[in-house]
Structures are given as structure tokens and as C-alpha cells.
């Protein structure tokens, strides 16, 4: 029997019993169109997450320091921008942040206020590796960096310290070893509580006018993804240590390890849940594609000896009642496939999220395979039981 009239006689048979299938019909179309829902925008969701410096915090950094203690008198213990400029050749590497710290130093206000702080040098990619909202002013911007502007940024305590009952901080001077700065924002709440006593400097100021400030000895390196934030320490680690030969014991290069892994583990579990129903959903509708052919074998024992007595070959009769469930579960996944499509455009608006159509079209492969494979499972007992009739006994059935 060719392959055209197989499928002639499958569908034929199916639009037949078409009300028997609506039920693993609905099944299998909900199962896939849930499978492509998943697939597609769950990854866009988690690229959304890796990016989101609130949830996250210091999760998917990479810090690269000097240890003092163990540095080699011979050595400075200073990282160049050669460094940085290679650390963001990185394919994996979202930004990458060089910071020089000072402290303790002393801030001054007005001569008559003066409290300790700690000093840091930065440039604004800091601000999208780590997070530190500025619930004040602006922050530091690429022009305060090139035409080094002598700006800043205070903690909260630094304000309480200097500027309280001075009406609004922004726009008043701050002093920092004799070099005047303007305020222009206050940091919000942050993870490390050190922001609150700390002033931050564009970093050519810092490097260029305050004394002993010019050595990088931190690097902060952000992951696209938590995914891939111990890929990317090995591969920072691999480009400081390949850079500064001979040092590689005196650099602490490190990352979070725990809570990468807590977040890992808690991705996993919902997305172990969320297949699950989804494999549940499944097999169900094979089962009741299982249940319903094998119903119609009964039905059509007379129909099949009839059609062995004419020359149908087992192999023939199990063919035909494969491409029957065949056809049931891809029309469930083409339908599947649209609402899918359907549900990916309409989450992608609800949760501003930017989907792949490459896991897209890798999601819809996947389904036309589970939908192959479902029909084959589904539909060959309910074939062999078909298959192995026989004809004489068939006929006769009533």
C-alpha cells in the first residue's frame, strides 16, 4: 500500500471518529502547545533574570582582586586596561568594570563637617555589574569619565554626616584630599552595606588627582547568564593569569558559588514541575488516542478480516492503524504549534521579554518529533492488535 493512500484512508478514518478524538485531540494540542510556551519563553525569561541586578545581586559576578598579603614585594599588584579591554573581548562577559578603592579617607564639608569614607574610582559600566540604584541625582556618566568632571556620588550615612539640614544635597561640594567634588547623586539601598559610607569618582579623577589611586586592583565581570558564571571565571581567570605571568598565586579570583548553585537548584525544580505536567498532559492524550483505537478495532473487526480476505497483509492492516494515530497527534501538534506561536506573542507583550524564534524553531522541532513519537506509542497496540486478526474469525465477528 502506498504511502498516499495510507494517509487518504487515515484521515478519512479520522474525520470519520472525529468526535471520539476531540478529547486526545484537545490533549495532545494543549500538551504541545505548552512544550513550545515553555521552551521559548522561559528562555527569554531567564535571560531577563540574568540581567536583573536587583534579584540577582552579586549572583553572576566575577571579582578579580590582588591579595595583599601574599603579594610579591617585586610586584605592584595592579591590573591595566589591557586587561579590561580583553576581559570584554569575552563573548559570555556582559560588562566588565575596573574600580580603584581607597579607604579609610576623609570627606569634608564646609571645613566644619567631616566624617571617614571610603573613595572608589569607577566608570558607569560599575552600575550595570553591580547593583547600586541612585535614588537621587543621576549617576556617573561616559562624559564624566572622558572629560574628567569632578562629580560624585554619596551613601546615605556620607549625606547624613555632611549635608544633613542643608537642604538638598545635589549640587554641594564636597572635599576629598584637598579636591572638591560636586555632589550630583545619593545611592539607594544596596547589597554591600559599605555603599552607605562610600563617595564615588569617575575613575580618571581618582586615578589622575588623588595620591596612590592610579593602581586597578579590582575588576568586577558580570555573566550574561548564572548559567555560565563559572565558565566565565575560568575564562577570567584564564586571560589575568595568561596577562600577568608568574602572579597567578597572588590574584583572588573569585564568584559566588552557593548561590549560583541556590539558584540553579530552584530553577531546576520549577522547570522539573512544569515538564512534568506537561509529560503528564501528554501521555494522557496518547492514552485516550490508545483507548479510542483500540475501541475501533473492535468496532472494525468485520471491516478488517474483510480486508485481509482481499490480500491485506498484516504488515498492511498495522500500517494503516499506525498513520491513523499518526495523523491524530500531528493535527494535535499543528495546532499545538499555532497556539503556541499564539501564547509566545501574547507573553512576550505581557512580559516585555524578548523571545529567541531560534528556540523557537528548535521548540516546534520538538514537537513534530513528540508528536511522532506519540503517535507511534499510542497507536501500535491497538495496530498489532489489529494486525494479528484473523480473517475467517474476523468476518464472522458481530
Not at 108 to 121: E, F, I, M, S, W
Request: glycine share 8%; charged share 20%.
Amino acid at each position: 500500500m502506498f504511502l498516499e493512500d495510507l494517509a487518504k484512508i487515515a484521515l478519512r478514518q479520522v474525520f470519520r471518529n472525529r468526535r471520539r478524538y476531540r478529547g486526545a485531540l484537545i490533549g495532545t494540542t494543549l500538551g504541545i502547545a505548552g512544550l513550545i510556551t515553555v521552551m521559548t519563553v522561559g528562555d527569554s525569561v531567564q535571560d531577563l533574570l540574568g540581567m536583573n541586578l536587583e534579584i540577582l545581586g552579586s549572583a553572576t559576578i566575577v571579582k578579580a582582586q590582588w591579595q595583599h598579603r601574599t603579594a610579591e614585594r617585586w610586584h605592584d599588584g595592579e591590573y591595566s586596561m589591557k586587561d579590561v579591554e580583553d576581559l570584554r573581548k569575552l563573548p559570555i562577559a556582559f560588562q566588565v568594570a575596573p574600580v580603584v578603592w581607597m579607604s579609610p579617607m576623609t570627606a569634608t564639608y564646609q571645613r566644619n563637617k567631616k566624617t571617614d569614607v571610603r573613595l572608589g574610582g569607577l566608570e558607569p559600566s560599575f552600575f550595570r555589574v553591580v547593583h547600586l540604584p541612585v535614588r537621587q541625582g543621576r549617576s556617573i556618566t561616559n562624559d564624566d569619565v572622558e572629560q574628567k568632571r569632578h562629580v560624585c556620588i554619596i551613601g546615605d550615612k556620607v549625606e547624613k554626616a555632611l549635608l544633613q539640614g542643608e537642604g538638598s544635597p545635589l549640587g554641594k561640594i564636597v572635599t576629598v584630599q584637598a579636591v572638591n567634588f560636586e555632589v550630583v547623586g545619593v545611592s539607594g539601598s544596596a547589597e554591600e552595606a559599605e555603599f552607605q559610607d562610600t563617595i564615588l569618582v569617575p575613575i580618571t579623577v581618582a586615578r589622575s588627582k588623588i595620591p596612590n589611586m592610579r593602581p586597578i586592583r579590582h575588576i568586577y565581570v558580570r555573566a550574561k547568564n548564572w548559567d555560565l558564571v563559572p565558565e566565565l571565571h575560568e575564562q577570567v581567570s584564564r586571560v589575568l593569569r595568561d596577562n600577568q605571568p608568574g602572579y597567578a598565586d597572588n590574584m583572588m579570583i573569585a564568584f559566588y558559588k552557593e548561590r549560583i548553585d541556590a539558584i540553579q537548584r530552584i530553577v531546576f525544580l520549577f522547570k522539573f514541575f512544569l515538564y512534568a505536567a506537561i509529560t503528564v498532559t501528554l501521555i494522557l492524550g496518547g492514552l485516550g488516542i490508545t483507548n479510542i483505537m483500540l475501541a475501533l478495532v473492535k468496532e472494525r473487526t468485520t471491516e478488517i478480516g474483510l480486508c485481509k480476505a482481499v490480500g491485506a497483509t498484516e504488515r498492511a492492516i498495522l500500517q494503516q492503524f499506525l498513520c491513523e494515530s499518526l495523523s491524530v497527534t500531528l493535527a494535535g501538534a499543528t495546532g499545538g504549534i499555532v497556539l503556541g506561536f499564539v501564547a509566545v506573542e501574547i507573553l512576550k507583550r505581557v512580559l516585555s521579554t524578548a523571545p529567541s524564534y531560534v528556540v523557537f524553531a528548535w521548540s516546534v522541532l520538538a514537537a513534530v518529533v513528540v508528536g511522532v513519537c506519540l503517535g507511534v506509542a499510542s497507536g501500535v497496540i491497538p495496530a498489532r492488535a489489529a494486525g494479528k486478526l484473523d480473517a475467517v474469525e474476523a468476518m464472522r465477528f458481530e
